[in-house]
């Protein structure tokens, strides 16, 4: 637990997902299979939270998000969303848009990595959210669609503007954010957007089996890792050195990077600490 807390305590349950934590891996299933998962302000607000009270209690070393039922997320719900999003002012619309950015921060920016289990459809909201994870383990059923244009609205939208580019091309992001096109599994895999492809079904065990991984292993080293990532996507080369450079020099001064050095001298397998 962080010593810097605030006064409220530990949401006891959540409503809009479910949450599962063992031994340092947390799983969060998106919970509304009769609606393939689509998701309402609650979930988006739910998630946004869930990660913020994550990232304080370091009791967390990996994270599955995963759907529950035929598919992953089929993105915002078309009633509870975009239907209610047409009686909102433009004060209320930039809250609820700010609101689905801050889920999409909160996975880029939270201190460990997040593994996005894939089968079925992954659209809209879905496709982003599984597109910040740092890991989007998918079988053959899964399809991606962003789908923000065929509702009249930006291809740019919760950072996907940002995000696609610098993970499959500009070219790629180009036609999958105007046109809104699914594409499926191979291509995914072909153009970079699954970083690995299971066999039908198999997509929760092996982000499971991440998850395992990367919670055994240096947790200090992937956070830093994964905010080095994060950080120098904008940054020109001679900041990135640098950022480099001070935190390497930092970790150098960790528990972890004497374990390694006493482990190696004993012939025997580390024993991480995340510090």
Not at 33 to 52: C, E, H, S, V
Not at 57 to 86: K, P
Not at 206 to 230: E, I, M, N, S, V
Request: proline share 4%; hydrophobic share 50%; with cysteine.
């Amino acid at each position: 637990m962080s010593p810097f807390t605030g006064s409220a305590r530990r949401t006891a349950d959540w409503e809009h997902l479910r949450l599962q934590i063992a031994d340092g891996v947390a799983t969060v299933t998106l919970a509304r299979p009769d609606k393939l998962n689509a998701l309402t302000f609650g979930a988006y607000a739910d998630l946004r939270d869930l990660l913020a009270e994550l990232s304080r209690e370091r009791a967390v070393r990996a994270l599955v998000l995963a759907g529950e039922g035929r598919g992953f997320c089929s993105g915002g719900d078309v009633d509870e969303i975009i239907g209610a999003t047409l009686a909102l002012d433009t004060a209320q619309l930039l809250d609820f848009n700010r609101m689905t950015g801050q889920v999409v921060r909160a996975i880029r920016e939270c201190p460990f990595p997040v593994i996005a289990a894939v089968h079925g459809v992954a659209a809209g909201a879905g496709a982003v959210l599984a597109l910040a994870s740092d890991f989007r383990i998918a079988d053959p059923s899964a399809r991606f669609a962003f789908l923000f244009t065929r509702v009249g609205l930006s291809g740019g939208d919760m950072g996907a503007a940002y995000l696609l580019p610098r993970v499959v091309g500009l070219g790629h992001a180009t036609r999958l954010l105007m046109l809104g096109e699914p594409v499926r599994a191979p291509e995914a895999e072909r153009i970079g957007l699954i970083s690995e492809l299971t066999e039908e079904g198999h997509a929760d065990e092996a982000a499971g089996a991440l998850a395992r991984r990367l919670a055994d292993g240096p947790a200090l080293a992937h956070a830093q890792t994964k905010a080095l990532l994060t950080a120098e996507l904008d940054m020109p080369l001679a900041a990135s050195v640098e950022l480099d450079a001070a935190t390497q020099a930092l970790l150098m001064n960790g528990e972890d990077y004497r374990e390694f050095h006493a482990s190696f001298m004993a012939k025997r397998p580390p024993k991480w600490q995340g510090r």
